[in-house]
């Protein structure tokens, strides 16, 4: 779904730098999910479980390309 964007955005930037802004983006999205969990008084296991889904979505939709 996403992947056509994100190869475009890889081929602008160049590999180095689309490898460190995925890094940072990924980053970001777990302290979301951390933050949240924390809010909800979530625990440590299934906060990692939410991690792994996010990551596992970002597969099916092509943000990982």
Excluded at 17 to 29: M, N, Q, T
Excluded at 53 to 59: F, P, V, W
């Amino acid at each position: 779904m996403f992947a056509p964007i994100v190869v475009l955005v890889r081929q602008t930037l160049g590999d180095a730098k689309f490898i460190k802004l995925r890094g940072k983006a990924i980053a970001l999205h777990s302290q979301v999910i951390t933050d949240v969990c924390n809010r909800l008084g979530i625990d440590r296991t299934q906060r990692q479980n939410f991690i792994r889904l996010a990551r596992d979505n970002g597969k099916k939709l092509g943000l990982l390309a």
